[in-house]
C-alpha cells in the first residue's frame, strides 16, 4: 500500500486555469510534508510544510497542511505553459536519531495548453 | 556555483557489467541520498548517508552499493545483480533534517 498519496495522477488544463493538487500522507514519525516541481531533470524545492493550517505562498503557488486530515494542497492560480511538470509531494520522517527520509508519492502530471 | 553534480548523464550497461554513477557536492552538505525514478513512479531511496564512512540501506537497496569515503562525494555502483536497472537516477543531499537539493539525473539503459 503507497505510503504517500498524489491525485490526480494527470491533469490537463487551459492557461489562466486555477488548479489544486492532492497529497495524504501516514502519520507515523511524522516530520514535514515537501513539495517539488520537476520538469525534465532535478525535482526542485517548491514549499516545506510542518504546521497544520498556515498557507504558504510563493507568487501563484500556495500549500498548506492538514495534520489533522494527514493531507496537503499545492494550488497554482492563473497558470502558465511554464507551470508543465510533475509536481512531487514527499513526506520526511525521523527514522531514528539523526536518519531523516523522504517518501515520495507517484507525482501529479500537470499540462497547462495554451 | 554551489551544486550538486552527476555524471555521466547518459550511461548504457551491458549485460553481466558494474557501471559506476558519479555524485559530488560543494554544498558542504553531511547528508547525502540516492533515488531511483521509473516512468509514471516517484522517487524511491536506494541508499543514503548522514555522515562520512557511514550510510543506510533505503527502501530498493538489492543489487546497489554506495560508498562515502569523502563528504563531498557518494558514488552509487549498479551491480550485474540488478535486474532491471533501466532507469533515471537521482543523486540529492542536505543539512539533515532539511531541504534535499538534486542533481540533474544520470538516465542508464541497457544495450
Known sequence: EDKVVQSPLSLVVHEGDTVTLNCSYEVTNFRSLLWYKQEKKAPTFLFMLTSSGIEKKSGRLSSILDKK??????NI????????????CAEQKNSGGSNYKLTFGKGTLLTVNP | DGGITQSPKYLFRKEGQNVTLSCEQNLNHDAMYWYRQDPGQGLRLIYYSQIVNDFQKGDIAEGYSVSREKKESFPLTV??????????????SSIAPRIQHFGDGTRLSIL
Open chain 1, 69 to 74: 486530515e494527514l493531507f496537503s494542497i499545492l
Open chain 1, 77 to 88: 492560480t492563473a497558470t502558465q505553459t511554464g507551470d508543465s511538470a510533475v509536481y512531487l
Open chain 2, 79 to 92: 551491480t550485474s545483480a540488478q535486474k532491471n536497472p533501466t532507469a533515471f537516477y537521482l543523486c540529492a
